[in-house]
């Protein structure tokens, strides 16, 4: 299993959230591309970079500096890059620039005929987002609840042939309470998609909570963000507990 530092972009600089809500950002780094350097130093094995501007404005705001941090360390780990990402050539020029991975949240619950499309396109390369609050997905940088129900939406992108899901409680993101294993283990098991568990990761027990629980049941990463800018656990540590819970150390 996966342990992928999240570098969240606003104004160019690297932030976290709490609950998704923007006037709650704290700076971590002035220089994102220097972050993620940083990780793939500590050994991240992947990287999840979300444009934070771009997911409320519905394109790309924050391209340039990720393009550079793409540039940076690329080559040596696998990126996937969401926020804003609304059309085909934006997908094509992420792409072309490097990234391994695309995220689709809000375009594809709001037109599910353009993942479809990114997904015949780009095979293999296309992940959707699915970010929820009590069962219910959000969009547009988690402002608006939509009336949609998370496993539904998720047996529907499965037809589409996405190649993950990334699964977001956004009631415990950036507040490093746990991941909900129970909403993720409901998730997990309605769908043969591969899941990767995002929200509220916070200790070595956590994440030997999610390879016990959640891991046989399809689980193959889980996102951690303000836990480790914050120092309560390290990326070294979290994914070697991740490896022996696994019997791979």
């Not at 809500?21 to 999840?48: N, Y």
């Not at 705001?61 to 040596?76: C, S, T, Y």
């Not at 042939?161 to 977001?168: D, N, R, S």
């Not at 294993?181 to 591969?194: C, D, G, N, V």
Request: net charge negative; with cysteine; aromatic share 4%.
């Amino acid at each position: 299993m996966l342990i992928i530092p999240a570098i969240d972009v606003k104004d160019g600089r690297c932030v976290r959230l709490q609950q998704g809500r923007m006037e709650t950002a704290t700076v971590f780094s002035e220089s994102p591309v220097e972050m993620a350097r940083h990780w793939a130093t500590q050994g991240a094995r992947r990287l999840h970079i979300v444009d934070l501007n771009g997911a409320i404005a519905g394109r790309p705001k924050n391209e340039k500096v990720i393009r550079e941090m793409v540039a940076a360390v690329g080559e040596q780990v696998p990126i996937q890059v969401g926020g804003g990402i609304r059309d085909l050539d934006t997908i094509e020029s992420y792409l072309d620039a490097g990234v391994t991975y695309i995220v689709i949240g809000t375009a594809a619950v709001k037109n599910p005929g353009f993942l479809s499309d990114a997904c015949y396109a780009f095979p293999g390369h296309v992940i959707a987002g699915l970010d929820a609050k009590d069962g219910k997905v959000a969009v547009e940088g988690w402002s608006k609840l939509t009336g949609h129900d998370v496993v539904d939406l998720a047996k529907k992108y499965e037809d589409y042939g996405i190649e993950a899901l990334v699964y977001t409680d956004i009631g415990r993101d950036g507040m490093m309470s746990g991941i909900n294993i129970e909403a993720t283990l409901r998730l997990a098991q309605s769908t043969k998609t591969p899941i990767i568990a995002s929200g509220g990761l916070n200790s070595v027990e956590d994440v030997q909570a999610v390879c016990i629980k959640l891991v046989p049941e399809g689980v193959i990463g889980a996102i951690a963000g303000r836990a480790l800018y914050e120092g309560k656990l390290e990326l070294k540590k979290a994914q070697a507990a991740a490896d022996k819970a696994l019997g791979k150390a």
